[in-house]
C-alpha cells in the first residue's frame, strides 16, 4: 500500500489539484482574475523550468526567452484564427470551428515546433560562441524576432493580433468546459515532466557536463554540438508553448509583450528559484507570479519594489530559494513519499 | 548622391558617437571586472536627467548665459554621474563580490539595479517627458550641399577626445596599468599591493562619467527625456561594445560607430521600422563569424 502510494503519490496530488480547479472554475467559484492569475502562473512555470535547462542545467546565459515566446504565440494563435474562427484577416475559418477543441493541442505544439526552429537562430551560433558572447546572441535573437513580427503589416504589426477568443469560444460551445485552464494545467505537467526526464537522461548528463566545462565534456566525447542543439531547441520550443497559451488566455499578442522586460522577468524567475532546481523554479514561478499580483495595487513603485527585494535575496541567499538542489534533497524525508521520474 | 552619402555619414558618426561613449563604460568596467553592468544605460539616462537639472537651475533660476551653464554643466553632470555609478558599485556589487558570489548573480543584481533606476526615476519625476533646455544656439552649416551644427561637431569631436583620453589612461598611465593586471588576473593582481577596491572604483567614475556625458550630449542632441531612454540605448550599447570584442577600448569605439553607421543607412535606404531587424542581424553575422568580436582575442582555456 505505502509502496503504491510513493508511486503514484505526485500523480494523485496533481490530479486531484487539477481537478479541483477545474471543478471550481466550471462551478464558478473562482472568479475570472483568480483563475487567470492561476493560468499566468501555469505559463510562468512553462517559462521558468524552460530558461533554467540553458541557464541553470547549461550553464549558459540566455537572456532571450521571450522572442522564441513571441513565435510560439504568434504561430499557435495565427494557424488557430486561419484554420477555426472568422476574423478579419483570414476571412471565414476554413474548417468547421467544432474541430478546434481536438485541433487545439496540436495547434500549440506546432507553435511549440516553431519556436524550436527558432532557437536554431541560438543554437548554432554557440557551437563557436561562448559566454557573454552568446548572451549578446540571445539578446539579438529577441530583437530580430520583436521587429520581424512588427514589420509584418498583415498579421498587425506592432498594433498585435487578436480573434484567439472565438477560438477558445468554439471550444466552449462543443464541450461546455472551462478549456483553458485545462489546457494550461495539461501543457504545464506535460512540459515539466519532459524537462525532468530530458536532465536525467543521457543527454541530461552530457548538458551538466559542458555546465562544468566545456573543453573537458568535448574531450570525454560528448558531442557538445548536438546536446546544445537539443537543448536549446528543446527550451525555445517549450517556452513557444507557454506563448501559444499565453496568446490563447489573453486573447491578443503583441509584439510589445515579449520585450526584453518579459525576458528579463523569466530570468528573475529561474535565478530567484536557484539554478539547476527544477522544483526551485517552479516555486519561485508561482510566489513571482503571486508577488505580482499582491503588489499590483503599488502601480509603478512595484517595479521598484521587486527589484530591491531580488537585490536583498541576491545578497543574503545568492544561489536562490532552492541552491541546485531539488526538493528532495531539502527534505529527505519526503523521498519516502513520492517518486518522480 | 555624394551629398546624401556625405549626409548620412555624418549622422551616423553623430548617432554612432552616443553608443561608443556608452559602449566605453560597459567595456572598461567588463574588462576589470568581467562583470556585464546592465545598468549602465540607466546610468546614461540619470546622467541625462541630471544634466537636466543643473542647467534649468542655472539657467532659469540664477539666470547665467547659456555658455556658461553648459561649462558648469559638464563638470557637474560627469561628477554626480560618477557618483551614481560608484554608488551602485559599493552598495550592490562589491558586497557580492566580496562573497565571491557566481559572476551571473553580479549580472542580475546590476539589471535589477537598472530597473530600480528606471522606475524609481518613474515614480519620482512621473511619465511626462522633459523638455531639456536650449544651451548653446545651434547653428547650421552646409558645405556643398552637405549640412551639419556645431553641436553634431562637437558630439562627434567629444566622442573621439574621449576615446584618447581612455586609450592614454588605460595603455599609458599607472592606473590603467593596474586595470589591465586585474583583468589578466584578479587573484594575483592584490597580492602585488594593488588596491583591488580603488581601481574598481577609478575605473566605475569613468565609465559612469562619461556615460553622463554622453547623457547631456544626448539631450543637447534629441531634447526629450523619458525615464526608458537609457534602457533601449543601452542593450543596443552593450552589444555594439560585444562586436568590437568586449574589454577593449578600440573595439567599443568601433562597434558603436559600426552599430550607428548600420541603423543610419538601413533608415536611409529602407523604411525606419527595419533599423533594429537589419541592425541586429548585420551584428549577429558578425559574431557568428567573429565569435569574439573584431578585437576580442579568443583566450585559451586551461582544463
Given at each position: 500500500m505505502v509502496f503504491m502510494l510513493r508511486r503514484y503519490s505526485i500523480h494523485l496530488i496533481l490530479a486531484l489539484a487539477g481537478g479541483a480547479i477545474v471543478y471550481s472554475a466550471d462551478q464558478e467559484y473562482l472568479g475570472l482574475y483568480t483563475l487567470s492569475v492561476l493560468m499566468f502562473m501555469g505559463v510562468n512555470v512553462i517559462l521558468s523550468t524552460s530558461l533554467n535547462l540553458v541557464n541553470g542545467y547549461m550553464g549558459e546565459f540566455s537572456c532571450g526567452h521571450a522572442g522564441f515566446m513571441a513565435v510560439g504565440a504568434y504561430v499557435s494563435s495565427l494557424l488557430g484564427v486561419w484554420l477555426f474562427a472568422k476574423d478579419r484577416?483570414?476571412?471565414?475559418?476554413?474548417?468547421?470551428?467544432?474541430y478546434a477543441l481536438y485541433a487545439f493541442p496540436v495547434l500549440i505544439l506546432i507553435g511549440g515546433v516553431a519556436a524550436a526552429l527558432a532557437g536554431l537562430l541560438v543554437a548554432v551560433p554557440s557551437y563557436k560562441t561562448r559566454g557573454d558572447y552568446l548572451a549578446i546572441i540571445t539578446i539579438a535573437a529577441n530583437y530580430i524576432i520583436i521587429s520581424a513580427i512588427e514589420n509584418i503589416g498583415a498579421i498587425g504589426g506592432s498594433r498585435g493580433f487578436m480573434g484567439m477568443k472565438r477560438l477558445v469560444n468554439s471550444m466552449e460551445d462543443v464541450v461546455d468546459l472551462p478549456w483553458m485552464p485545462i489546457w494550461v494545467i495539461i501543457f504545464t505537467i506535460l512540459s515539466v515532466w519532459v524537462i525532468r526526464r530530458y536532465v536525467s537522461s543521457t543527454f541530461g548528463k552530457g548538458v551538466s557536463a559542458i555546465c562544468q566545462d566545456e573543453v573537458a565534456a568535448e574531450i570525454m566525447s560528448v558531442n557538445t554540438n548536438k546536446i546544445k542543439t537539443v537543448t536549446f531547441m528543446l527550451s525555445s520550443g517549450i517556452a513557444g508553448i507557454a506563448g501559444g497559451l499565453f496568446a490563447y488566455i489573453l486573447g491578443y499578442v503583441n509584439p510589445g509583450s515579449f520585450n526584453i522586460l518579459k525576458s528579463t522577468e523569466v530570468l528573475v524567475m529561474v535565478y530567484l528559484g536557484g539554478m539547476g532546481s527544477l522544483s526551485g523554479s517552479i516555486l519561485s514561478a508561482i510566489l513571482f507570479t503571486i508577488l505580482l499580483e499582491l503588489l499590483?495595487?503599488?502601480?509603478?513603485?512595484k517595479w521598484i519594489v521587486i527589484p530591491l527585494l531580488l537585490i536583498i535575496l541576491m545578497q543574503f541567499?545568492?544561489?536562490?530559494?532552492?541552491g541546485n538542489r531539488e526538493l528532495g534533497d531539502l527534505f529527505p524525508r519526503l523521498k519516502k513519499l513520492y517518486r518522480f521520474k | 548622391m555624394l551629398e546624401s552619402f556625405l549626409q548620412n555619414v555624418i549622422n551616423a558618426l553623430q548617432w554612432g558617437s552616443f553608443y561608443a561613449l556608452i559602449a566605453l563604460g560597459y567595456t572598461l568596467v567588463y574588462g576589470v571586472?568581467?562583470?556585464?553592468?546592465?545598468?549602465h544605460g540607466d546610468v546614461f539616462m540619470v546622467g541625462a536627467y541630471i544634466a537636466f537639472f543643473i542647467s534649468t537651475f542655472f539657467l532659469?533660476?540664477?539666470?547665467?548665459p547659456g555658455w556658461v551653464a553648459l561649462a558648469l554643466c559638464i563638470p557637474l553632470t560627469m561628477i554626480l554621474t560618477s557618483l551614481v555609478g560608484v554608488t551602485l558599485e559599493r552598495i550592490a556589487y562589491r558586497p557580492l563580490r566580496k562573497k565571491g558570489a557566481h559572476r551571473l548573480y553580479v549580472v542580475i543584481t546590476a539589471l535589477m539595479c537598472g530597473l530600480i533606476l528606471e522606475h524609481a526615476n518613474l515614480a519620482i519625476l512621473g511619465a511626462s517627458r522633459k523638455a531639456f533646455p536650449p544651451l548653446i544656439e545651434v547653428q547650421v552649416y552646409n558645405i556643398g550641399g552637405v549640412t551639419f551644427t556645431n553641436l553634431k561637431i562637437a558630439v562627434i569631436v567629444t566622442a573621439f577626445l574621449v576615446f584618447l583620453f581612455l586609450q592614454w589612461v588605460v595603455t599609458r598611465t599607472r592606473v590603467g596599468m593596474a586595470m589591465r593586471a586585474i583583468s589578466y588576473d584578479n587573484f594575483a593582481v592584490p597580492l602585488m599591493g594593488i588596491p583591488l577596491d580603488q581601481i574598481i572604483v577609478v575605473t566605475f567614475i569613468l565609465g559612469s562619467g562619461f556615460a553622463g556625458l554622453a547623457g547631456l550630449l544626448f539631450a543637447m542632441s534629441y531634447p526629450v527625456l523619458e525615464p526608458y531612454m537609457g534602457a533601449l540605448i543601452g542593450w543596443k550599447a552593450f552589444i555594439a561594445a560585444v562586436v568590437g570584442g568586449i574589454g577593449d577600448i578600440r573595439g567599443a569605439f568601433l562597434g558603436g560607430f559600426l552599430l550607428g553607421a548600420v541603423e543610419i543607412m538601413v533608415v536611409a535606404f529602407f523604411p525606419s521600422t527595419f533599423r533594429d531587424l537589419i541592425s541586429f542581424t548585420v551584428l549577429l553575422a558578425i559574431l557568428t563569424w567573429k565569435p569574439t568580436g573584431l578585437f576580442g582575442i579568443a583566450k585559451t582555456t586551461k582544463i
Amino acid at each position: 500500500m505505502v509502496f503504491m502510494l510513493r508511486r503514484y503519490s505526485i500523480h494523485l496530488i496533481l490530479a486531484l489539484a487539477g481537478g479541483a480547479i477545474v471543478y471550481s472554475a466550471d462551478q464558478e467559484y473562482l472568479g475570472l482574475y483568480t483563475l487567470s492569475v492561476l493560468m499566468f502562473m501555469g505559463v510562468n512555470v512553462i517559462l521558468s523550468t524552460s530558461l533554467n535547462l540553458v541557464n541553470g542545467y547549461m550553464g549558459e546565459f540566455s537572456c532571450g526567452h521571450a522572442g522564441f515566446m513571441a513565435v510560439g504565440a504568434y504561430v499557435s494563435s495565427l494557424l488557430g484564427v486561419w484554420l477555426f474562427a472568422k476574423d478579419r484577416v483570414f476571412g471565414v475559418p476554413l474548417l468547421d470551428p467544432g474541430y478546434a477543441l481536438y485541433a487545439f493541442p496540436v495547434l500549440i505544439l506546432i507553435g511549440g515546433v516553431a519556436a524550436a526552429l527558432a532557437g536554431l537562430l541560438v543554437a548554432v551560433p554557440s557551437y563557436k560562441t561562448r559566454g557573454d558572447y552568446l548572451a549578446i546572441i540571445t539578446i539579438a535573437a529577441n530583437y530580430i524576432i520583436i521587429s520581424a513580427i512588427e514589420n509584418i503589416g498583415a498579421i498587425g504589426g506592432s498594433r498585435g493580433f487578436m480573434g484567439m477568443k472565438r477560438l477558445v469560444n468554439s471550444m466552449e460551445d462543443v464541450v461546455d468546459l472551462p478549456w483553458m485552464p485545462i489546457w494550461v494545467i495539461i501543457f504545464t505537467i506535460l512540459s515539466v515532466w519532459v524537462i525532468r526526464r530530458y536532465v536525467s537522461s543521457t543527454f541530461g548528463k552530457g548538458v551538466s557536463a559542458i555546465c562544468q566545462d566545456e573543453v573537458a565534456a568535448e574531450i570525454m566525447s560528448v558531442n557538445t554540438n548536438k546536446i546544445k542543439t537539443v537543448t536549446f531547441m528543446l527550451s525555445s520550443g517549450i517556452a513557444g508553448i507557454a506563448g501559444g497559451l499565453f496568446a490563447y488566455i489573453l486573447g491578443y499578442v503583441n509584439p510589445g509583450s515579449f520585450n526584453i522586460l518579459k525576458s528579463t522577468e523569466v530570468l528573475v524567475m529561474v535565478y530567484l528559484g536557484g539554478m539547476g532546481s527544477l522544483s526551485g523554479s517552479i516555486l519561485s514561478a508561482i510566489l513571482f507570479t503571486i508577488l505580482l499580483e499582491l503588489l499590483r495595487p503599488l502601480q509603478i513603485i512595484k517595479w521598484i519594489v521587486i527589484p530591491l527585494l531580488l537585490i536583498i535575496l541576491m545578497q543574503f541567499r545568492p544561489e536562490g530559494i532552492m541552491g541546485n538542489r531539488e526538493l528532495g534533497d531539502l527534505f529527505p524525508r519526503l523521498k519516502k513519499l513520492y517518486r518522480f521520474k | 548622391m555624394l551629398e546624401s552619402f556625405l549626409q548620412n555619414v555624418i549622422n551616423a558618426l553623430q548617432w554612432g558617437s552616443f553608443y561608443a561613449l556608452i559602449a566605453l563604460g560597459y567595456t572598461l568596467v567588463y574588462g576589470v571586472l568581467t562583470l556585464i553592468n546592465f545598468a549602465h544605460g540607466d546610468v546614461f539616462m540619470v546622467g541625462a536627467y541630471i544634466a537636466f537639472f543643473i542647467s534649468t537651475f542655472f539657467l532659469t533660476t540664477l539666470g547665467l548665459p547659456g555658455w556658461v551653464a553648459l561649462a558648469l554643466c559638464i563638470p557637474l553632470t560627469m561628477i554626480l554621474t560618477s557618483l551614481v555609478g560608484v554608488t551602485l558599485e559599493r552598495i550592490a556589487y562589491r558586497p557580492l563580490r566580496k562573497k565571491g558570489a557566481h559572476r551571473l548573480y553580479v549580472v542580475i543584481t546590476a539589471l535589477m539595479c537598472g530597473l530600480i533606476l528606471e522606475h524609481a526615476n518613474l515614480a519620482i519625476l512621473g511619465a511626462s517627458r522633459k523638455a531639456f533646455p536650449p544651451l548653446i544656439e545651434v547653428q547650421v552649416y552646409n558645405i556643398g550641399g552637405v549640412t551639419f551644427t556645431n553641436l553634431k561637431i562637437a558630439v562627434i569631436v567629444t566622442a573621439f577626445l574621449v576615446f584618447l583620453f581612455l586609450q592614454w589612461v588605460v595603455t599609458r598611465t599607472r592606473v590603467g596599468m593596474a586595470m589591465r593586471a586585474i583583468s589578466y588576473d584578479n587573484f594575483a593582481v592584490p597580492l602585488m599591493g594593488i588596491p583591488l577596491d580603488q581601481i574598481i572604483v577609478v575605473t566605475f567614475i569613468l565609465g559612469s562619467g562619461f556615460a553622463g556625458l554622453a547623457g547631456l550630449l544626448f539631450a543637447m542632441s534629441y531634447p526629450v527625456l523619458e525615464p526608458y531612454m537609457g534602457a533601449l540605448i543601452g542593450w543596443k550599447a552593450f552589444i555594439a561594445a560585444v562586436v568590437g570584442g568586449i574589454g577593449d577600448i578600440r573595439g567599443a569605439f568601433l562597434g558603436g560607430f559600426l552599430l550607428g553607421a548600420v541603423e543610419i543607412m538601413v533608415v536611409a535606404f529602407f523604411p525606419s521600422t527595419f533599423r533594429d531587424l537589419i541592425s541586429f542581424t548585420v551584428l549577429l553575422a558578425i559574431l557568428t563569424w567573429k565569435p569574439t568580436g573584431l578585437f576580442g582575442i579568443a583566450k585559451t582555456t586551461k582544463i
